[in-house]
């Protein structure tokens, strides 16, 4: 099955500075990688996603890569704000199978 | 739509007790998740149905654990009998199967067993 590791675990950035999650996955069939953020105590929400036909997809100040070669998916977000301060989770799925397998989060701090 | 809806939304039982933790899809969605979130591991995927047919219970942690989905907008996840490990937050989500599969998660079910 899809295997999916994401880093760093933690994440500390100054407010206004760049941060980037990276992820990798192990099943070339994966075509659908989502990224949800997950406030403190609320459920988790997608920010953004892109497919495998893209290699780059862009919302304001979030954007997502992709590099299908190497199986690998980046979230990056500029000019941080304290209210993006959350836990990120990546996830890999084939579109019409369903399931999406999640990475085990990143704790983003953002400090004012 | 409300989206996904979980009930209830806070749970304390006693241990032994059993618990049912309830889940409302979103309207036109086909499929199914339960996840268990921890600290310590994370977030867990226990079941995941699709078309009301479970498809991978890989995740369920043991017998004590069980879920059904009796109708296309309705499941249900019963642990019998509870145990103090079984305390978490549990999320329901949703997706379509076809195409778009972004899952919409419920507000999530606190579970204490103490």
């Known amino acids: 099955g899809e295997n999916v590791e994401q880093h760093p675990s933690t994440l500390s950035v100054q407010e206004g500075d760049s941060a980037v999650i990276k992820c990798t996955y192990s099943d070339s069939a994966s075509n659908y990688f989502p990224w949800y953020k997950q406030e403190l105590g609320k459920r988790p929400q997608l920010i953004i996603d892109?497919?495998?036909?893209?290699g780059e997809k862009k919302d304001q100040r979030i954007a997502v890569t992709l590099n299908k070669t190497a199986k690998h998916f980046s979230l990056h977000i500029t000019e941080t704000q304290p209210e993006d301060s959350a836990v990120y989770f990546c996830?890999?799925?084939?579109?019409?199978?369903?399931?999406?397998?999640f990475g085990d989060g990143t704790t983003l701090t953002v400090k004012p | 739509d409300a989206g996904v809806i979980q009930s209830p939304r806070h749970e304390v039982t006693e241990m032994g007790q059993e618990v049912t933790l309830r889940c409302k899809l979103i309207s036109g969605h086909n499929s199914l998740f339960w996840y268990r979130q921890t600290m310590m591991r994370g977030l867990e995927l226990l079941i995941y149905f699709n078309n009301n047919v479970p498809i991978d219970d890989s995740g369920m942690p043991e017998d004590r654990f069980s879920a059904k989905m009796p109708n296309a907008s309705f499941s249900t996840l019963k642990i019998q009998p509870s145990e103090p490990r079984d305390s978490a937050v549990y999320f329901c989500a949703s997706s379509r199967t076809q195409g778009h599969t972004e899952a919409f998660f419920g507000q999530g079910t606190r579970l204490t067993v103490v």
């Open positions: 996830a890999a799925s084939r579109t019409n199978a369903g399931k999406s397998t």
């Open positions: 892109i497919r495998s036909n893209v």
